[in-house]
Nanobody, 115 residues
Framework: VQLVESGGGLVQPGGSLRLSCAAS????????MNWYRQGPGKERRLVAA????????NYADSVKGRFTISRDNAKKTVYLQMNSLQPEDTAVYYC?????????WGQGTQVTVSS
């Protein structure tokens, strides 16, 4: 299993970013996918989740209405569209899935929201 995140960077408050996670090594369309984040000095927390076909999504209260998770099973990629970003969204964002009972992680992508 390999998960490779991209799309992070520095953005001003109120700005937007779209993260991508390219997956390989498993049948992507069979598994739910998640985005987590870990801010400085904080625990890693679930941000958004999507089921295997994309028909069901869930969000942390802190990002509801601002973030959107989606997936393209043909491209084996999951996305996180982040709008109205705030300094408290600054974190390393990780792609995650649970395959054959094992939790798999990408290397993370840094998102920094600052003026």
């Amino acid at each position: 299993v390999q998960l490779v995140e991209s799309g992070g960077g520095l953005v001003q408050p109120g700005g937007s970013l779209r993260l991508s996670c390219a997956a390989s090594g498993f049948i992507f369309s069979s598994y739910a996918m998640n985005w987590y984040r870990q801010g400085p000095g904080k625990e890693r927390r679930l941000v958004a989740a999507i089921n295997n076909v994309g028909g069901n999504t869930n969000y942390a209260d802190s990002v509801k209405g601002r973030f959107t998770i989606s997936r393209d099973n043909a491209k084996k990629t999951v996305y996180l569209q982040m709008n109205s970003l705030q300094p408290e969204d600054t974190a390393v964002y990780y792609c995650n899935c649970r395959v054959r009972g094992r939790s798999e992680w990408g290397q993370g992508t840094q998102v920094t929201v600052s003026s």
